[in-house]
């Protein structure tokens, strides 16, 4: 496993790790909001056992630096992404996106559509973020009901949410102003797209609306989840991601 700095275009240092063989392909991990991209080490270490897995911390959290309030724009997060690719010279990747990130994820194709093999979004919406206590409450639902049925709740790990500058807190929320009721340009995507949404995340309705207008794009419902899959059904993350990548990798 290999970590390291890469430099965005406004000079704000972002962190990144980059683990499995080089020789696979690449498959870029973008996290979901307020979260270091430790979250992802459910997954992360068993993808690399056969695909080169990068992830990073976006800016304004984990060991990234914060940059300014103003720059944190979607279309910002959109061009660190590729800043570290470039960095690690990667000229393609799969884009995997989760809740938050899966915003940023869905941008790069539109943005820079020879740079994404295939797209994989979690708990995504082209709309405005459902109200937290609703994401809460449809949780704690899902929660219910995998104890009803034998399954063991993730166990959160309080590093994955660590943010070494405590002033990177919150400034993902300036990405929302100005943003449109609906993500335009959908329908010109021609990336192969996985969008993938729990049975009880509020998100539910954009998903499925996501997989409608990109076209090709397929739907996968997962069972007893909410919003932030990785945090309730890593297996489903891990089993869905796989499968998507032995489909259009090889």
Known sequence: MDGGLATAADGVRLAYLDEGPREAPALFLCTMGAAAMSVWDPVAGPLAQGWRVIRHDRRGDGESDPGAPESHRFETYAADALAV?????????????????????????????????????FDATGGPPAPEPERRAKAEAAARLRTAAGLANVAVDRRWFHRRDPSGAGLNRHAFAGQPDWLPGLEAMRTPTLVACGDHDPNLPGARRLAAEIPGARFELMDMTGHASILERPDLVLQLTAAFLEEYAR
């Open 85 to 121: 690719l470039d960095h690690l010279r990667v000229d393609r990747a799969f884009v995997c996106g989760m809740a938050f990130g899966a915003r940023v994820a869905m941008r790069l194709p539109l943005a820079a559509p020879q740079r994404v093999r295939g797209l994989v979004l």
